[in-house]
């Protein structure tokens, strides 16, 4: 397995100006020697200068948040994170691997949740190469590696959940979006280790249930949410039956029987609980005719 490791190199304006005199002085000296009928000194020279040229070529820049990973022969050598000008040994192949974060969408995939539903789910993921020796040597096509792993990450965590909670406690998709995000970073994380890439942030971009069921979804949702408000409507109403009973019998304002209590009781409630403004029948006989 392949380790990132730094890689000791001469700055690259030091090197330049010991070519530079190198190269001039050595062309300047084969010159003279040829002048001078010294062949084989010129020759020396003239080689020289040409080593000197070659040099050049192992000067090389890195940008900031860039690092060089360099390879001589087929072998590691390590790797420059510093950004600069830089030297080293020309016949080094300089291999350019970006260290700034990234942001990856993947395609809205159709997978089945905890329950069985079709669903469509998305996400974002944010993300950066942190050992670029793994990124370039241990897969083949580091950015294309994130893509698919996260695809896969997001599939096994969708079907861990359902789209919706139906019972008090249970985890879903749509309603504890922190809890889903850790999670999916956590699956990012174990898979995306291998390629020296580091998960900065997941979170879901986009979630529905699929087209085929999704009009059938949304009446359920409907008659949930129609349930969940009788219900609270109902509590309210018989919390406001008792108070208006403990409050006439406290105030001594009338003594109902029973049967009177019971018709009063299911009087209100109707009031209280009825979609439409009921209509107010006036008693004007007596209590109990």
């Known amino acids: 397995m392949y380790r990132e490791k730094n890689y000791p190199v001469v700055g690259g304006i030091a090197a330049f100006l010991f070519l530079t005199v190198v190269a001039a002085g050595s062309l300047f000296m084969a010159i003279r020697a040829f002048e001078g009928e010294q062949g084989g000194l010129g020759v020396l020279c003239f080689l020289l200068s040409g080593l000197a040229f070659f040099g050049f070529g192992g000067l090389f820049v890195v940008q900031p948040n860039d690092a060089k990973a360099l390879v001589l022969f087929g072998t590691y050598k390590g790797t420059v994170k510093q950004d600069g000008f830089f030297w080293a040994n020309p016949f080094l192949k300089k291999v350019t691997i970006s260290l700034r ?4 969408e993947t395609t809205k995939l159709k997978v089945n949740d905890n329950h069985s539903n079709p669903i469509e789910i998305g996400a974002i993921i944010v993300w950066k190469v942190t050992d670029s020796a793994e ?3 241990e897969v083949d096509d580091y950015i294309r590696y994130v893509a698919v792993q996260s695809e896969s990450a997001l599939r096994a965590v ?13 985890l879903s998709l749509s309603t504890h979006t922190t809890e889903v995000s850790q999670a999916l ?3 990012l994380a174990e898979r995306l280790l291998k390629a020296g890439v580091t998960v900065v942030e997941a979170r879901i971009s986009h979630l529905a249930y699929a087209q ?4 059938a979804m949304l009446q359920r949702q409907q008659a ?20 208006a009973l403990q409050l006439l019998s406290a105030r001594s304002i009338v003594t109902l029987d029973d049967e009177r209590k019971a018709a009063m ?10 979609e439409r403004s009921t209509q107010p029948v006036v008693n004007t006989g007596s209590l109990y005719s």
Request: glycine content about 6%; charged content about 20%; overall charge negative.
């Open 135 to 137: 990124a370039l040597f």
């Open 158 to 170: 969708a079907v861990q959940y359902p789209y919706d909670s139906h019972a008090v406690g249970e």
């Open 224 to 243: 949930s949410a129609i349930i969940a408000a009788r219900q609270k409507i109902v509590e309210g109403a018989v919390g406001m039956v008792e108070t």
């Open 265 to 274: 009781v299911s009087n209100l409630l109707v009031v209280l609980c009825s």
């Open 212 to 215: 085929e069921i999704a009009a």
């Open 185 to 187: 970073e956590k699956a």
């Open 101 to 104: 974060v990234r942001n990856f």
